[in-house]
C-alpha cells in the first residue's frame, strides 16, 4: 500500500504481526524506563535487578560484577538493570522463551559452504548447545575465567558461533576479529584487548581460493599476550602448527562434557567487546554488557524483524561486525528460530548466489546493506527475475544510508512489492537496532530510516544544543534513558568515551556523530557522518585509521585522506600523497602499487582506495592543517551515490584565503584532470 511515497505492510501481515498498533509508541514514550523494564522482565534473570535505570550513578557505592574492569570505573553514564544477574545463553537454550522442548530439535543454524559441492551442515538448538558446552569446558581447561578476554578469528564457519557463545557461558569477553583483517591490525586488536587465548582456523574459502588464515594469525600474535591458539580444520591447507601454543579444536573437544554451568553474570558485566573505528588511527574497543545487550537483541529482532517461529532469518553480515554478532547470532537464537549462515560471497560463483540461497533454503526475512542492493541491482534483473521468493515476507537494510532508487529496486525486485522494508538504524556502540519503523506499524519511506525503536528517545541538535525544526539538519543525540545495549564504555580509554560521545552536549546527551533531519511524522533521515568516518561497502574506516597506514610508508613525506560517493561502495577513500621523490620517472606507478600493498598489511582488502594521487603539496592552514575539506570539493558527485565526477571547473571550492598554499589547489586539480 502506498500515501504519498509512504508504504504500509499489508492487512494479512499486520494482522499476523508482533506489534501491528501505534499506541506502543505512546506507552513507551510515557515511562521509558517502566517500558523496558516490562520487557527485560520477559527474559530469564537468575536474579532480579534492584534499579532498573540509574542515570550518573554514585561508582563508589556501586557494587562492580568480576567482569568490570577497574580503569572504566569512571564510565559510564548511565547503568541499566543494575544489581541483576544474568546469562545470554542461558536465555539462548535451557531457558528460551519458546521454552526448551519446543526448540531443542529445532535447527538453529543453517550453514551454507562456500564451495557449491560441500554439504551444508544443520544444527539443532541442543547440538548448538552441546558444542557450546564442551568447548566452554574446553576454555575452563585452558584456564580462561570469568573477565578474560578471548580473541575470535574465524571465518564463517559454525564453529566462530560456537566460540562466541561459549565464552558468553564462561563469563569470558570475546572479542571477535573480522577474518580479513590483516596480521597488523589483527595484533593492534589483541594488544588492545589483552587477549590470552586466539580461536583461529588453517583457513577458508573466498571466491573459489583458500585463504591461509592461519599464517595471518601466527604474524598477529606476535608481541601479543596470546598464549595459546585453538585451530579449526576448515580448509585442510597446510599451517605451521607449533606444538608447545597451538591445539586443534576437534582433539580438544573429543575430551570435553556437553554440559557446562553458565556463569552468573552481573546485568553490567562485560559481554564482548568489538573494535570500532574512531575519529583517530586506532580503533577504539567498544564495551558491551551481558543484561542490557540481551534485553535489547531479543526484542528488537522479535519486533522489527517480526521474528515468528518458523522463519528462516538470514543476516548476511560477517560475525566480524556488530551486525553479526547481534543479528547474524544472538537474536534470532534468544527468539528461538532458525538462521543462515553463509561462508562465501553473496555474487561467488555467480551473481546470483544469494538469489539461489534465499530460494534454496525459504529465507523469509533477509537482511543486508544498501552496498550489497545496488551490486545486485548492477548485475540486472534479468539474473533474479526466475526466483519467486514465495517464502520472503520481511526485508531488512542496514550500514548506510540507502538511496530512493536502490529502496524500489529492492522492493521490487526482492520483496516482489509485497514486502516491507525495515531501514535499521545503529552503530557498533549501540549494540542493537534504535531506529526502524516497525514492519507490522509503518510507514516505510524511501531514503527515511524510520522511527526511533518504541522506549528510545532522540533529538537532533543543533551547533548550540538546541532542537532543530522539521527538515532542518542537526546532529543525532541519544537522550535518557539511552539504550539498554548502549556501550559501557571504551576498554581502557575512559577518556576516549567520554570526549567521543559524552562531550558535545555534556552527559545528557548521547553524540552519536551522525546527521539526521526530521520529517513532519517524525521519520528520521540519516545525512552521514559528521566525523572522520567512512563508511566503504558499509565497513567503518577512519581517515586517521588510512593515513597511518600510509605514512608508514618511507618515501611518504605526508598524506590525506578523503570519501567520495560511489554508485556501489557508498563512498570509497582516495588518497593524496606526497614525497619529495615525486619527479622521479616511474616512481610514481611503483610507489603507488607499494602502498597498496602497506594498505592490505596494516588494514586489509577492505580498506583499498579507489585512486592514489601523488602531488606536490596538501592545501593547508596557516597553523598547518591539512584542509581535506578542500580536496573532498574538488570532488563533487552529480547526484548523490551516482558516479562521482570531480569537479574541476573551479566553482564552489569556498574560501581558500585561510590557505598558506592556496596555489596547491590548482596544481592538485590539474593532476586529477591527467587521470
Ligand atoms: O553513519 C551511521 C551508519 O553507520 C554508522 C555506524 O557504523 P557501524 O558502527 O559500523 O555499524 C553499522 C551497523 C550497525 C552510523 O553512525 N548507519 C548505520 N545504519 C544506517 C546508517 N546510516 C544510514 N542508514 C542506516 N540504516
Known sequence: MTQNNLFFSSKEFKNKAWVKDK?????????????????????????????????NPPYSRVKLG????????????????????????ENIFEKNLLGWEKIK????????????????????????????????????????????????????????????????????????????????????????????????ADGYYRRGRIIDLKKSADHGTKETKVKKVVVIKRAGNKIFFKKTRDLWWHELLKKENDYCKPAIMDAGDLLFLLATSGSTGRPKQTMHACGGYAVQAYWTGKWIFDFHQNDIFWCTADLGWVTGHTYGCYSPLLNGICFLFFEGAPDWPKPDRWAQIIEKYGVSIFYTAPTAIRMFEKYGEKIIKKYKFK???VLGTVGEPIDEDAWQWYFKNVGKSRCPIVDTWWQTE???????????????????????FPGIKFDILNEQGKSCKIGEQGNLVILPPFAPGLLQGLYKNPKKYKETYWSQYGNKAYFTSDGAIKDKQGLIRIVGR??????????????????????????????????????IKGEVPII??????????????????????????????????????????????????????????LFIAEAPLNNCKANLTGQDLGDLSTLSNPETVEKIKKIIQQK
Not at 608508514?552 to 585522506?561: F, M, R
Not at 602497506?598 to 606536490?616: R, S, W
Request: positive net charge; proline residues 6%.
Open 105 to 200: 530439535n529445532k535447527t538453529a543454524v543453517i550453514w551454507e559452504p562456500e564451495p557449491t559441492n560441500e554439504e551444508p551442515k544443520k544444527l539443532t538448538y541442543e547440538e548448538l548447545f552441546k558444542q557450546v558446552c564442551k568447548f566452554a569446558n574446553a576454555l575452563k581447561k585452558l584456564g580462561v575465567k570469568k573477565g578474560d578476554r578471548v580473541g575470535i578469528y574465524l571465518p564463517m564457519i559454525p564453529e566462530a558461533i560456537i566460540s562466541v557463545l561459549a565464552c558468553a557461558r564462561i563469563g569470558a569477553v570475546h572479542t571477535v576479529i573480522f577474518s580479513a583483517f590483516s596480521p597488523a591490525a589483527l595484533k593492534i586488536r589483541l594488544q588492545d584487548t589483552g587477549a590470552k587465548i586466539l580461536i583461529t
Open 530 to 567: 559528521v566525523d572522520d568516518v567512512l563508511k566503504v561497502a558499509g565497513h567503518r574506516i577512519t581517515t586517521g585509521e588510512l593515513e597511518n597506514a600510509v605514512a608508514k610508508h618511507p618515501e611518504i613525506t605526508e598524506c590525506a585522506v578523503i570519501g567520495i560517493p560511489d554508485a
Open 66 to 89: 568480576t567482569g568490570r574492569l577497574a580503569e572504566s570505573e569512571n564510565r559510564p553514564y548511565f547503568q541499566w538493570f543494575a544489581g541483576g544477574k544474568i546469562n545470554i545463553t
Open 576 to 633: 593524496f600523497i606526497v614525497s619529495k621523490k615525486i619527479h622521479k620517472i616511474g616512481f610514481c606507478l611503483e610507489i603507488k602499487q607499494e602502498i597498496i600493498e602497506q594498505i592490505k598489511k596494516e588494514i586489509g582488502p577492505i580498506a583499498l582506495p579507489k585512486e592514489i594521487y601523488m602531488v606536490e603539496d596538501l592545501p593547508k592552514t596557516r597553523s598547518g592543517k591539512i584542509m581535506r575539506r578542500i580536496l573532498k570539493k
Open 23 to 55: 499506541k506502543i509508541y505512546k506507552e513507551a514514550e510515557k515511562n521509558p524506563v517502566k517500558f523496558w523494564e516490562k520487557l527485560a522482565a520477559k527474559l530469564f534473570w537468575f536474579k532480579k535487578w534492584k534499579k532498573s535505570f540509574v542515570h
Open 391 to 393: 517464502k520472503l515476507r
Open 430 to 452: 549501540t549494540g542493537g537496532i534504535l531506529i526502524s519503523s516497525l514492519p507490522g506499524v509503518g510507514p516505510f519511506k524511501p531514503a527515511f530510516v524510520g522511527l526511533p
